[in-house]
């Protein structure tokens, strides 16, 4: 029996599904992480954001936070670079420069898409205010990567759409996504914003009316 080989299978085979299941916990204890981090920074703010705070929330051990994430500025930047892609998932990869005819077309579409997913995320709302009212190192990780996404979200839409000659889209399109933000924050905090009403549909209709004829206004 001592020269019997078949009891070694087994061991073997647990042996060889024990790490693929490390890795299935570790994927899910990083998103759950993630998760909490996310939903306390929308709930509280950076005011009670902290290591014990995240790791309480996800219900797992702090150090667990160190080892996948490095500290709270690595969980922050994944903060960021997961935020990053929370517009370009409502648009379709391919739409820039093939369905939409004109740069003015790109710009009308992308600004309503952005006004309705802001007025979606209560964490980027969040963020954006945390933007022009603080100013310490995890907003500004968070406010960088959240604009560097940003920007490469449009230029990958674009596409070969070019605007209008004489005009700088540049400063146009961050305008224009300054407004956008400063009339849903308004919102947020008190249903309006310089006298317009921002509660009911039609009252987001009058705005995102408004919105277009200001962008066909500079792009045709």
């Keep these: 029996m001592l020269n019997d080989p078949m009891p070694l299978t087994p061991i073997a085979s647990a ?26 920074l929308a709930e509280e703010g950076f005011q009670n954001f902290g ?21 709270l500025n690595g969980l922050v930047d994944a903060i960021g670079a997961d935020l990053g ?25 992308l600004s309503l898409l952005f006004l309705q997913a802001l007025r979606d995320d209560p964490l980027m709302r969040r963020i954006v205010a945390w ?5 310490t190192e995890q907003v500004r990780r968070l406010s960088d990567a959240r604009s560097k996404a940003l920007a490469t979200w449009l230029e990958r839409m674009r596409g070969s759409l070019t605007p209008p000659k004489g005009v700088d889209a540049v400063a146009v399109n961050a305008i224009l996504i ?29 705005a995102e009316q408004a919105l277009k004829r200001i962008v066909r206004g500079v792009y045709g």
């Design 85 to 109: 892609t929370w517009v370009k998932d409502r648009i379709p990869e391919d739409t820039g420069g093939m369905f939409l005819l004109t740069y003015g077309d790109l710009m009308e579409r």
């Design 131 to 135: 933007e022009v009212s603080e100013n």
């Design 15 to 40: 042996s060889q599904a024990e790490p693929e299941k490390r890795v299935r916990d570790r994927g899910a204890t990083e998103k759950a992480i993630l998760n909490a981090a996310k939903a306390l």
């Design 51 to 71: 290591i014990n705070a995240v790791a309480r929330k996800a219900g797992c051990d702090k150090q667990l936070i160190y080892r996948y994430y490095g500290g």
């Design 178 to 206: 300054a407004a956008i933000q400063h009339i849903v924050l308004s919102a947020s905090a008190g249903g309006q914003c310089a006298g317009l009403a921002l509660k009911a549909s039609k009252d987001w209709e009058k």
